[in-house]
């Protein structure tokens, strides 16, 4: 199944950045990570800092599926507010999902700091905003909850959403602790940073097979190669629901595109990130080479040809989002548009850990609208979980909850 279409900007911007090789023997080692996006890369590189042997599968080239076409705007918000999810799985449990969130920033930023990667990571604030007076109650319960809860956020009003940031809104929830980055560029520079730490990495290998038993996993390929390890890390995105029959998320179609350079950009790019109260919602980052990235538009998915078709659509959709917001800011151009599809969880919250379905067996599903930071806590859970190390934030992502 195809994860994207179009013309992702960072695959077009970037190309190839690495080539690794195809599996072509026998191997044995600790674990073997099959997925070679931000989140395998993210995982693999937690793995290898403890000295663990780590292989890396892709049927794909590195980082060419879902990260490629990534908008990368990172919070530690999920798209479940934190007064509803309180409500879900409690309020302990929902605030510290969040400060997770927080967390994951922070040690994001350290990573790309370690591994010299050049990939355009700059911290914003990240506005959560709404077009609607009907949104406003919500919007204030949300706020409070936050602000009671410790997070570092101020409730905007439309004048000043005006005057400071050139938004026009009802209101806005300003949060201090948001980011962009490049996570094609990310993760390649991760994948060489582990490599140079032992990791063996192979794209163009595609799973055929996996056998579990007492013992470990046995990863098959199509190339009739054989991996032998103690533990299999799953990082394939919704791609891994054919592996468990547990439900674990539904699919949906996203829908975004990249603008040409304009002025406006390097504003939004140097100071915000903006999303929206509205469902599904309208979001806005810019890029360092001064560009708009414009993303929402999302619907359930069908299929990856009716997907494709909606491009030129939504796009148009997007465009008028935006006017609403910048009634009198420039028309963006389109330069490259593309689709994604995505898994959502009933409560906002990935999936982390071990499921009782699979054996010998870790799993990295960073559902809904923020995966680079819920990989981010996955890396370390699961780390965690291979070392038998204690951690107690896995119960908030264990399967089935």
């Known amino acids: 199944m195809d994860l994207r279409s179009g013309h992702p900007f960072w695959l077009v911007k970037n190309g190839i950045i690495a080539v690794y090789p195809p599996l072509e023997t026998d191997l044995t080692c600790a674990v073997v990570v099959i997925g070679g996006g931000i989140t395998g890369a993210l995982i693999t590189y937690a793995l290898v800092k403890e000295g663990v042997d780590v292989v890396v599968l892709d049927k794909r080239d590195i980082a060419w599926g879902s990260t490629s076409a990534s908008t990368a705007m990172l919070q530690y918000e999920i798209d479940k507010e934190l007064h509803e999810l309180a409500k879900l799985i409690g309020e302990n449990q929902a ?3 969040y400060r997770l969130g927080v967390e994951a920033l922070d040690a994001l930023e350290q990573i790309v700091a370690e591994v010299g990667a050049e990939c355009d990571f700059q911290r914003a604030e990240s506005i959560y905003a709404s077009r609607y007076k009907r949104h406003l109650r919500r919007l204030e319960t949300e706020f409070a909850v ?8 101020r409730y905007v009003e439309q004048a000043e959403l005006q005057e400071r940031y050139g938004i026009t809104a009802e209101a806005a929830i300003v949060s201090a602790d948001g980011a962009t980055t490049d996570a094609y560029k990310l993760a390649h520079a991760i994948f060489a940073r582990s490599q140079a730490l032992g990791a063996r990495i192979f794209d163009r290998t595609a799973v055929a097979k996996l056998i579990h038993h007492n013992g470990g996993v046995e990863v098959q390929t199509e190339r009739g190669c054989t991996i032998r390890a103690a533990k299999v890390v799953f990082a394939t995105g919704y791609e891994t629901q054919q592996y468990l029959k547990e439900n674990v998320g539904s699919l949906h179609s996203t829908f975004a595109f990249v603008s040409e350079p304009l002025p406006l950009a390097k504003t939004v790019y140097e100071h915000y990130l903006l999303w929206e109260t509205a469902r599904p919602y309208f979001y ?25 078709k909606l491009i030129a659509k939504k796009s148009k959709q997007l465009l008028k989002l935006f006017g609403q917001f910048y009634p009198d800011g420039p028309q963006p151009e389109i330069a490259y548009a593309w689709a994604g599809t995505f898994g959502e969880t009933k409560d906002g919250l990935a999936y982390i850990g071990e499921s009782p379905e699979v054996e010998n ?3 990295a599903l960073g559902y809904g609208g923020n995966g680079i930071t819920y990989s981010l806590i996955a890396s370390r859970i699961i780390t965690d979980l291979y070392l038998g190390r ?4 896995a119960q908030i992502f264990r399967f089935q909850r």
């Not at 936050?146 to 956020?153: D, E, K, L, M």
């Not at 929402?296 to 997907?307: L, Q």
């Not at 204690?390 to 934030?393: G, I, L, V, W």
């Open 284 to 308: 806005l980052r810019g890029t360092a080479d001064n560009r708009l990235i414009l993303g929402g538009g999302d619907e359930d998915f069908r299929n990856p040809e009716k997907r494709d």
């Open 146 to 153: 936050r602000q009671a809860s410790g997070f570092n956020v």
């Open 361 to 363: 067996a870790y799993f």
């Open 390 to 393: 204690p951690n107690p934030d």
């Open 95 to 97: 605030i510290r999902s």
